[in-house]
């Protein structure tokens, strides 16, 4: 609201970090969104011939660095070797068992495991194809030997289903996001330090 009237033309780069800097206080990542978006409108423009400049461009560097948000996760081999060896000995239900022995064999996100849904799924192909809304592109996962026993497995009990990990409360809905979580927790693992469902991709 601060620029939105104002003719795209007559914004510049000022303008621009002024309200920027207003959304910096309240949050990084979304001023860095906000600035992105800033640049695609005033793109647009340019190809429009609304104006002939893109100010977002000479803020870059302007802005408080984004911190590191990255996940637990664990990498080294020992300790990942204990990790496996206590997800073969969870004794949590059925579908978590499986959840949690599948995770480190992809290289999805757990958002996109724990929402896989059997109509994507091919075991005699060994393959499993979904969409990528984030990157907006197909995606296809070749499936090792030990997932498609895994998922036999699996099928009998949630194969009459949508969800290959139905939820605990609703089997019409998906595993809860923080189920894995919850298990590396009951398992012993700080989930804020050791290891994440999110850091199994970084391992």
């Given at each position: 609201?601060?620029?939105?009237?104002?003719?795209?033309?007559?914004?510049?780069?000022?303008?621009?970090?002024?309200?920027?800097?207003?959304?910096?206080?309240?949050?990084?990542?979304?001023?860095?969104?906000?600035?992105?978006?800033?640049?695609?409108?005033?793109?647009?423009?340019?190809?429009?011939?609304?104006?002939?400049?893109?100010?977002?461009?000479?803020?870059?560097?302007?802005?408080?660095?984004?911190?590191?948000?990255?996940?637990?996760?664990?990498?080294?081999?020992?300790?990942?070797?204990?990790?496996?060896?206590?997800?073969?000995?969870?004794?949590?239900?059925?579908?978590?068992?499986?959840?949690?022995?599948?995770?480190?064999?992809?290289?999805?996100?757990?958002g996109e495991l724990r929402t896989a849904k059997w109509a994507d799924i091919d075991l005699d192909a060994a393959e499993w194809r979904f969409y990528i809304t984030k990157t907006k592109q197909d995606h296809i996962v070749t499936l090792p030997t030990q997932a498609v026993a895994i998922l036999r497995e699996l099928h009998q009990l949630t194969g009459s289903f949508e969800h290959v990990f139905y939820g605990h409360r609703d089997r019409q809905r998906p595993m809860s996001p923080a189920t894995v979580n919850r298990a590396l927790t009951i398992m012993g693992y700080d989930t804020k330090s050791e290891i994440t469902g999110h850091g199994f991709r970084a391992t």
């Open positions: 609201p601060y620029i939105g009237k104002q003719p795209m033309a007559a914004i510049t780069a000022p303008d621009l970090l002024r309200v920027i800097q207003r959304i910096e206080t309240r949050s990084i990542d979304t001023a860095y969104r906000a600035l992105q978006e800033c640049g695609q409108i005033f793109r647009y423009g340019m190809a429009t011939g609304r104006n002939i400049h893109d100010p977002s461009t000479a803020l870059r560097g302007a802005l408080s660095p984004r911190p590191d948000n990255h996940f637990a996760a664990i990498t080294e081999p020992h300790e990942l070797a204990k990790l496996l060896k206590d997800i073969h000995s969870y004794h949590g239900t059925f579908v978590v068992q499986c959840a949690l022995k599948l995770a480190p064999m992809f290289f999805t996100r757990i």
